[in-house]
């Protein structure tokens, strides 16, 4: 058993609304680092914690943590389309590892992922297919949402199924860091805007376009004055990178989730599946971290950062 981890911002901007060419040319850096690491690495199988963002999962029956044994990407934004390649059985007794483990994770068949769960997973393999994968949903945007250490729970029992494998695996954490597009929420949402948050499936070509125009039309103002967002947080970001370095991922049991909203964005949720990430890491032994990257990016709406970390 061998485990690695990365954890990576997405950004659907990246790409749509770049920031200055140095800043492009340094991420792109970083990413072909991981990318070589994760060739280099050669994984057997990769875990991916991921948020959705009303692509997959609506309010007519929202979960906090989904599992799947087939999934397909809505290709939003400028994502690659297509199925990805998960290993059924294998899902299905991680599945029944985890509800042997008190956590009532749902269980989808036929789940649609969105850039939330493919963007990483093409930067850091090229592809959607090229190793086998199996995505874990973790409620990050469609408010409420359970406590941070549940969160962490999740990851200690899928840490404990992986090492228990005779496998190198490849666990990543998707989103984050500080943030908040504009996503709507469905507390005051007009008729029209909570009808897609609860049932919004397979929007038409036109739909989907002006989504995406108005999340491109933010970046453009985001972090100015004339954009009513809560602003990137670079502090927090940096202490909270810092917390999962460290290993002191018992502090995230006592994260108040009004407050992170407040401070940080409401979609800096998006941690959660960083915090699954690193708990499954830790359930297989001590760890070691380094933080790859960091930098606030208003033009991509993201605390844009970059985590390694493997079992000692
Ligand atoms: O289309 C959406 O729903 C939101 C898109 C989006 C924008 C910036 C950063 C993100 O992490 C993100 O997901
Ligand atoms: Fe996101």
Request: with cysteine; proline share 8%; glycine share 6%.
């Amino acid at each position: 058993m061998t485990i690695k981890l990365k954890c990576l911002s997405h950004t659907p901007l990246r790409g749509l609304n770049d920031p200055g060419a140095d800043v492009v040319r340094e991420v792109d850096d970083v990413l072909s680092r991981m990318r070589a690491e994760v060739e280099a690495f050669d994984p057997e199988l990769i875990v991916v914690f991921a948020p959705d963002h009303y692509n997959g999962l609506f309010y007519d029956l929202m979960p906090q943590f989904v599992i799947a044994t087939a999934a397909e990407s809505v290709a939003d934004y400028n994502t690659l389309p297509g199925p990805l390649s998960i290993p059924k059985e294998l899902a299905m007794d991680m599945t029944r590892f985890i509800l042997d483990s008190d956590i009532d994770i749902a269980l989808s068949h036929r789940l649609q992922v969105d850039h939330g769960c493919t963007q990483t997973l093409e930067e850091l393999t090229g592809s959607l297919t090229r190793y086998p994968v199996i995505p874990i949903i973790i409620n990050s945007v469609a408010p409420p949402f359970g406590p941070y250490r549940r969160v962490r729970k999740l990851g200690e029992a899928v840490g404990r199924f992986i090492a228990g494998l005779d496998k190198r695996v490849l666990v990543l954490g998707t989103g984050g860091l500080s943030h908040e597009p504009p996503v709507p929420l469905i507390a005051d949402a007009p008729q029209e805007v909570a009808n897609f948050l609860i049932a919004g499936r397979n929007p038409t070509p036109e739909a989907r376009a002006q989504r995406q125009a108005r999340t491109i039309a933010t970046g453009k103002v985001f972090g100015t004055p004339d954009c009513p967002l809560t602003p990137l947080n670079p502090e927090w970001d940096r202490a909270f990178i810092n917390t999962l370095v460290e290993g002191r991922l018992d502090k995230v049991d006592q994260f108040d989730i009004q407050e992170i909203s407040k401070t940080a964005g409401r979609s800096t949720h998006e941690i959660r599946t960083w915090v699954a990430a690193f708990a499954a890491l830790s359930a297989a032994g001590p760890y070691a971290a380094r933080n790859d990257y960091y930098r606030p990016i208003n033009e991509w709406i993201a605390g844009y950062g970059v985590v390694s970390a493997e079992t000692l």
